[in-house]
């Protein structure tokens, strides 16, 4: 088929142009460079069933230059502002690069009669829930996150335009999703931060902030394992790992990777790391499970093996 | 105290403006007359507490300009587009009405550090979900509309702006709203078609469609009691009244009050009205009951006074 896929230069959507061409699919990739980057698909430039667009997707008209010159089959949408901390400052950030992205897509589906959605949505639509086991339908989303609240107004617009325009949709709720090419959050941090000063580590928050984190194959995986097993309406997956893993943990795990014995957390203090921060989380993934597909990867193995890649052979 | 209210000149937002300077607040009316109507404020203009602009919320200079200039207090932003069977051709008006007058207002109060908010919100958000009671957290929002896809779009804006910029909003989940100065719908469609030809009537769909009627008064007495009463956070009320009411009642209804004894009535067939349409509908409406307020008129007779309002002496 053809796949066009939507922030393909990014961190995940990268690994995901890979899979694709690897099972022999066409990939059109869109991004417009302001989280993803060149270097992130180098390898493929010369592949000939593949071809990249520089291009922004909240800009009608290079969408539809896309659409109308590709003959797509399969939207794999990923393009969004993926850093939370970043937006706290500047919600027009998530208005234009993670919800209007969302509208000027399923647009053009509806105008050129794409029928097949993939929605990399987020567990940041839960909002902070900390007592309950969050399960695809837990009540009362209620985001607490600007980047949150523009992945739930997508949700809401994937409901209505596959609805209205008979589509096949798979939404998956990513949880933090780490490995190779990764562009920020706190294991990126804790890298250059050791870098830079090997005996101290400034920790935000209190340090027992808990998060599954997911290794970006085996999202891949998930993505590959359902993509061809579309169903009418909307299907929505959180897709997870076994446990969790906290923030002082990955400061653990990281000085035992680069050896270092002596370094000495300083915390921020207070519960999340920032506003809008959800410091501890977890849900349930019986859904997924249920439907035939495993990591391979734990919280804390992903943990060890994206430090292990990102801090390479060497040392600081 | 100080208010804007942002849809001002419309059906809904008119008579909310009447209220407030009943209360001897000062009311600033913004809107952009798309569905709005200068003879809807015509009765205000000389009133010294009250001052329009005709402006877009959609647009972020038009908003800049009246928070800049007017100190305002509190927000009820109740602009949207309203006609949800137009936008299901063109669900662009959704983003820019419905949506982006959303973003665009939060923005702004959280630049001006105006901390009440009020928004309309709409039944729509539930989607079609005919054998739930539906409560105000019902789970597996999913919206059938463009229209309710951009409210439920704008409550999760509402709800991560809430918690990032301590907010105190209100938000009602409104069901059809009707009585003087309506602009669309199913009695001011039936009303221009009898006017026309009073031997038959054309009724999309079925006829058994069934829904909750609020007389507008009884909303805006609901606006007024609550509004004062904001809690930090955000609260959701589905606003409703007792019963509902079919499509083939509203007909036979104005047929009554218009005495007409012979139309014949021409369904069009189909469960829905129009694809998007939630053919059958009636939400709990405990929590607002508990809470201290109860509508006047059930929705027979709203349906009833909103025709006699409508058709006022004349006959067709």
Request: proline fraction near 3%; charge should be negative.
């Amino acid at each position: 088929m053809r796949a066009l896929v939507v922030g393909g230069a990014g961190f995940i959507g990268s690994h995901l142009c890979d899979a694709l061409l690897e099972e022999g699919h066409a990939v059109i990739c869109m991004d417009n460079l302001s989280l993803g980057t060149r270097d992130n698909i180098a390898h493929l430039e010369e592949n000939g069933n593949f071809c990249f667009y520089e291009a922004d997707a909240s800009q009608p008209e290079d969408v539809k230059k896309i659409f109308e010159d590709e003959h797509i089959e399969y939207v794999f949408h990923l393009a969004a502002n993926s850093d939370i901390q970043a937006s706290a400052e500047n919600p027009e950030v998530e208005y234009r690069n993670t919800y209007t992205t969302t509208f000027q897509i399923l647009l053009a589906m509806k105008k050129y009669n794409v029928k097949r959605l993939f929605f990399a949505s987020t567990s940041a639509v839960y909002g902070d829930k900390q007592d309950v086991l969050l399960v695809e339908d837990t009540p009362g989303l209620a985001p607490i996150s600007y980047y949150g609240a523009a992945k739930l107004g997508s949700e809401a617009l994937i409901h209505a335009f596959t609805y209205m325009n008979d589509l096949k949709t798979l939404v998956f709720r990513f949880p933090n999703v780490i490995g190779p090419r990764l562009t920020h959050g706190v294991i990126f941090d804790f890298i250059r931060k050791l870098r830079k000063d090997s005996t101290h580590l400034r920790i935000l928050g209190d340090g027992r902030q808990t998060k599954p984190y997911i290794y970006v194959t085996d999202l891949i995986n998930a993505i590959m394992w359902f993509q061809g097993k579309a169903e009418s309406g909307v299907s929505i997956y959180n897709v997870g790992v076994e446990g969790t893993t906290s923030v002082t943990a990955i400061a653990d795990i990281m000085c035992e990777e680069m050896k270092l014995s002596e370094v000495v957390y300083e915390y921020t203090g207070g519960e999340g790391g920032w506003k809008g921060d959800v410091p501890h989380f977890q849900y349930c993934i019986d859904k997924i499970h249920n439907a035939g597909w495993k990591a391979i990867h734990t919280s804390d193995e992903a943990v060890r093996e994206t430090i292990r890649q990102n801090i390479g052979g060497e040392c600081v």
